[in-house]
């Protein structure tokens, strides 16, 4: 069983910026967040593997950053330039075998 716990969401104004993190309860191949917002089904935002390649959803290309501590099983997203499009609840997720695990969310609202 696989636990992964989310942190860093809140409100913040248009422009501005946050961090999440994500702690697994072990080391993982691939992490990644995704989003869902109010009455929308959920998306990818990025992932990371733990050789560093990534991926990103085109909207968040240019804006958001995934980077991972494989020593502490964390994966971090640095959201810059937030935007009200991008107020959703975020979850971590990690594949393993044929599970896949989720956190619990954690809000990120972007309004002034």
């Known amino acids: 069983q696989v636990q992964l716990v989310e942190s860093g969401g809140g409100l913040v104004q248009p422009g501005g910026s946050l961090r999440l993190s994500c702690v697994a309860s072990s080391r993982l191949y691939v992490m990644g967040w995704y989003r869902q917002a109010p009455g929308k089904q959920r998306e990818l935002v990025a992932t990371?593997?733990?050789?560093?390649?990534?991926n990103y959803a085109d909207s968040v290309k240019g804006r958001f950053t995934i980077s991972r501590d494989n020593a502490k099983s964390t994966v971090y997203l640095q959201m810059n330039s937030l935007k009200p499009e991008d107020t959703a609840v975020y979850y971590c997720?990690?594949?393993?075998?044929?599970?896949?695990?989720w956190g619990q969310g954690t809000q990120v609202t972007v309004s002034s």
């Open positions: 990371i593997t733990s050789g560093g390649t990534t």
């Open positions: 997720n990690a594949p393993a075998g044929t599970i896949s695990y």
